[in-house]
């Protein structure tokens, strides 16, 4: 290393520098680093890349060689950039620039020896680039400065400072270097790196700080203010307007017509609002360029493109520096660089626009250091009376003396006396004088570093406080109140400064210790997880004024999908239609309801991230994030079950609940069926399953714990209105229901029953939501009875299919233990096609046993013993319900139901319906010939007097008999 003659202290800590993964990251690492250790960094920590200078498959290309942007150890940043930034890799966010650093390429040796000679009595770091060579030198130089430069200033900075140090040579192409324009503050660079078969330099030298201060005062008097916008701006008449007309203007409106994206047209207007804002187009002029632009590119409403320009055109002339960036990021580099020609040709023409001239100076001022429209005069004393205005409310006798000084400020007015002898207005407390000239400027200075944003320059202060100040009276000799006024607002930001410094510390301390708190709470550890946005999903944010990520659901979803703390840990409970939490700092709230959940989500939010969010907002995001990653755990369990291959569905009604019935068929068949059906309902929510087992038994046996068993955390055996929303909820929510003592059948009717087990999806509100939802049903229902009159439907029970059944002393355990093979043989018989419902020619079985299990009725029991107590020869061959409704109600009133009971009773005990053929043609029922043969148990009941004779002509005969 090689040390200046000159020697100057480093700068003072902390040095802001921020690093980047790769040439594609737009997230940056902020550190906090020493000169000293910034230097070790560029000089000491160099990267031999695995290319060579050599022919080959690995030559290297020069300065795009893919190799120079990846380090060859693993996590080690390569890119790195000397700015304050707040938010993604963007100049608009960038605020501001820590460190000059100048690149030199394509230079001869002795032009390369003049540049280091220039550069060797300041304090700087330089290396060889990764594209240097022995007969083409290329190197990066890295000076120290005084101070960071805030971003409004950084076009002038660099192009006075390139001037200031007097360090231009000529590439071998005839092009002055280092480069003094600002295409992109927020650009990186890579660490130092070289092919393998190269040598590489690397050098600090000591020497003087660069004073950024001195820079700007130099500039004043010595570069044109032209100059420092655009080194390279031909000479321009005194016109201010565009040639419309013109072949350039016309090449411009065609391909930006030919390029813009019809999906970011707003955005690609306030790019190019800010190119041509910068090569001096009017308002005017670049309204009707983006109007004709995007006509002929067919856009839906040019004239709203065009009017987007107000939007640039009344920001400040270094927004407009990012336009060229802008429109790189929106349309390519290389569509970009044809627009950008296109304007370069428009701006040379003769007849362009008249450059800006600087403005006269107070001689007797301070110089102002940079470009008068980069200062909005208009907006800063706006900002200046809301804070005059602010103090002048406040209780504090101290800020109603400081709301009087800055007003005076405002007005021009003398900012105060000497010794503040006369100043009524300023009297504080039981002084008997006002505040003097030094401590007034004090505390003016004072309040507008803290009380202006922490990006006013000092240029556009002494605008609004000059009048006030100068016209003060200074004694000989005395350092002009100017003077003073500038060291004290200076020295009044560097504070500000480094107490915003010390707060963005603690504050991220203190967001490590939350973080650390919630994962510790949540007993697990961040780990790492794949954003659906992709790794620059961050870029999706909306950012706020202040760079930082705006108070917006929309961020929270972004968030909530793609941060570290989220991503992947919500998910969707398709059955209980629920919010899960499966890892994370959340993770504490996995068993709370939603609204817990949710608070918790947003205090995390808040107190973290900084991102505020209306509960009920963040509520639906919540869910709405979750929805996306859904899961079903019954469909996920049972496809986890490995069948063993020995047979047991068919014969568990027996084996495990201790079932009695004497058809073995009947058993078989319906045990297989429903365990089939219950796995059909688990892997295939919606399927057709509208059968009902019916275990009928002494209490105590367990019945209800057979089915809590089998269905684990999916049973329900909550007491329910079938038809009702709870009943549609539960079914839509568990996997088993039971209805237990077939209570739900004595609450509604037969219809109604066959109907809700006949459906296939349920309509009803999830938990904590406010809409309806439709649900495939996903329940099988199971009913248990003690007594066994069940059924009270006389038109059939095919629906129903009950077993009795016996305690058993081990079933239990039995069950517990094979479990999980009963189901997974269901899943292989589901997959393999097995049906699960009986067919038509199977009804009867079902039937035969669900007649054993019906409540008996009056009319039904009347019917019968009318019947068998009628001698055989009196017993007619065909009667109607009425006929018989007389006889056996006699003069009691006879119902309509009590008629269609009997009509039912008649068709139990086998008689055979058919219209009548005489008259109004009512139904006929016709006994069968065994039941006219059948044995009488007379008990009082006499033959029907409206039956008809069997020698009567016609009657007594059945349709297939005449």
């Known amino acids: 290393m090689s040390s200046a003659t000159a020697s100057a202290p480093p700068p003072p800590a902390p040095l802001r520098v921020v690093f980047y993964r790769d040439q594609e990251s737009t997230a940056p690492a902020h550190q906090l680093v020493t000169w000293g250790q910034f230097v070790d960094l560029l000089t000491n920590y160099v990267e031999t890349s695995p290319c060579t200078v050599a022919p080959g498959p690995d030559q290297c290309i020069g300065a795009k060689c893919p190799y120079k942007s990846h380090s060859t150890f693993p996590d080690n940043p390569m890119a790195w950039s000397p700015v304050e930034i707040v938010g993604q890799r963007l100049d608009v966010n960038v605020r501001a620039v820590t460190l000059l650093t100048l690149d030199f390429d394509h230079l001869s040796l002795e032009e390369g020896t003049k540049a280091v000679a220039a550069l060797s009595k300041w304090e700087h770091v330089r290396h060889t680039t990764h594209n240097c060579r022995p007969d083409d030198i290329g190197f990066r130089v890295v000076l120290a400065l005084s101070r960071p430069v805030h971003a409004n200033q950084w076009h002038r900075f660099l192009a006075a400072a390139v001037e200031y140090l007097g360090i231009s040579v000529i590439d071998k192409h005839g092009k002055l270097q280092p480069d003094r324009t600002c295409k992109n503050r927020s650009r990186f660079y890579y660490r130092p790196s070289h092919p393998k078969d ?82 001096g187009a009017s308002l005017e002029a670049a309204r009707y360029i983006l109007r004709e632009s995007f006509r002929e590119g067919g856009s839906d409403d040019p ?83 809301d804070l005059a205005n602010h103090k002048a409310r406040s209780q504090e006798r101290n800020d109603k003396i400081l709301a009087i000084f800055i007003r005076r400020v405002l007005d021009g007015h003398v900012l105060a006396k000497p010794g503040g002898y006369g100043d009524v207005e300023t009297v504080l407390d039981d002084a008997d004088r006002g505040v003097g000239r030094f401590k007034a400027i004090g505390k003016v200075m004072s309040a507008l570093a803290y009380g202006l944003p922490s990006e006013t320059t000092w240029e556009g202060v002494f605008q609004i406080v000059r009048m006030s100040i100068v016209g003060m009276v200074i004694e000989p000799g005395d350092t002009p109140w100017i003077t003073v006024a500038e ?85 969707w409970n398709e059955v209980s239609k629920r919010v899960e939490v499966t890892g994370g700092p959340m993770l ?85 069926r429903w365990m089939i059906s219950l796995a059909a309902r688990g892997l295939q929510p919606g399927c057709k399953v509208d059968n009902v087992l019916v275990v009928q038994g002494d ?27 709870d009943s549609r909820m539960m079914a839509g929510l568990y996997w088993l229901c039971e209805l237990a003592e077939c209570v739900a059948f004595k609450r509604v009717g037969n219809d109604m029953l066959k109907s809700f087990f006949s459906s296939q999806k349920d309509r009803f509100r999830p938990p904590y939501s406010k809409d309806f939802e439709d649900s495939p049903r996903r329940a099988v229902f199971v009913a248990t009875a003690n007594e066994d009159a069940i059924f009270s439907d006389d038109t059939g029970n095919r629906k129903y299919w009950p077993v009795a059944c016996k305690y058993t002393k081990t079933a239990i355990e039995m069950l517990r233990r094979d479990r999980d093979q009963l189901l997974a043989e269901a899943v292989v018989a589901f997959d393999a096609g097995e049906v699960w419902h009986f067919t038509y020619e199977e009804i009867a079985i079902t039937e035969q046993v669900t007649d054993d299990y019906m409540v008996e009725n009056v009319p039904a029991m009347m019917v019968r013993e009318w019947w068998f107590a009628t001698a055989k020869m009196a017993r007619p061959k065909s009667v109607t319900t009425l006929d018989v409704a007389k006889e056996i109600f006699e003069d009691k009133p006879i119902k309509d139901n009590d008629l269609q009971r009997i009509g039912y009773a008649l068709k139990k005990l086998g008689f055979r319906r058919q219209r009548d053929g005489h008259g109004a043609r009512a139904w006929r029922y016709y006994a069968t010939q065994a039941l006219l043969d059948a044995d009488s148990n007379r008990k009082g009941f006499f033959a029907l007097a409206g039956g008809k004779p069997d020698d009567e002509k016609g009657s007594g005969k059945l349709a297939d008999e005449k």
Request: include cysteine.
């Open 303 to 385: 004239e709203a493109r065009a009017n987007t320009v107000d939007h640039t055109y009344a920001l400040t002339d270094d927004s407009a520096m990012t336009g060229f960036t802008r429109v790189c990021g929106i349309l390519g580099e290389e569509d970009a660089d044809e627009i950008g020609e296109y304007i370069t040709q428009v701006r040379n023409e003769t007849i362009i626009r008249a450059f800006q001239r600087a403005p006269e100076r107070n001689v007797h001022a301070l110089v102002l250091a940079s470009s008068p429209a980069v200062v909005e005069l208009g907006a800063l004393r706006e900002q200046v009376r």
């Open 198 to 279: 190269t040598e590489h330099s690397a050098e600090h030298v000591r020497g003087k700080i660069l004073d950024v201060d001195e820079v700007f005062a130099w500039a004043e008097k010595n570069v044109p203010v032209a100059a420092a916008l655009d080194y390279n701006r031909t000479a321009l008449p005194d016109e201010e307007k565009w040639d419309l007309e013109s072949d350039a203007v016309l090449g411009l409106i065609d391909v930006v017509s030919r390029t813009f994206p019809p999906n970011r047209r707003h955005e690609l207007a306030l790019a190019l609002g800010g190119m041509m804002r910068r090569a």
């Open 487 to 571: 060291r004290k607002f200076r020295a009044a930001q560097d504070q500000r400064k480094v107490g915003d410094i010390e707060r963005v510390q603690k504050e991220n301390e203190r967001v490590a210790m939350v973080t650390q708190a919630a994962y510790t709470a949540s007993n697990t550890v961040p780990l790492p997880g794949v954003p659906p946005d992709g790794a620059n999903w961050r870029d999706h944010l909306t950012i706020n004024n202040a760079g930082a990520p705006a108070n917006t659901a929309h961020n929270a979803r972004i968030f909530l999908r793609n941060h570290p703390d989220f991503c992947g840990y919500l998910r």
């Open 699 to 725: 209490g105590g046996i367990g019945k209800s714990t057979i089915f809590s068993i089998l269905a684990g955390e999916w049973f329900c055996d909550t007491a329910i209105n079938l038809g009702d929303k």
């Open 588 to 672: 504490q709230y996995a068993k709370s309801p939603i609204e817990i959940l949710v608070a918790g989500i947003e205090d995390y939010l808040s107190n973290v991230h900084k991102l505020q969010v209306a509960h009920q907002a963040l509520c639906i995001r919540v869910i709405s994030v979750a929805r996306s990653n859904p899961y079903d755990p019954i469909k996920e369990f049972l496809r986890s079950l490995k069948w063993d291959g020995q047979p047991r569905i068919s014969n568990w009604l027996k084996t495990y609940c201790g079932a009695t019935q004497e058809l073995d068929d009947y058993l078989e068949k319906v045990g297989r």
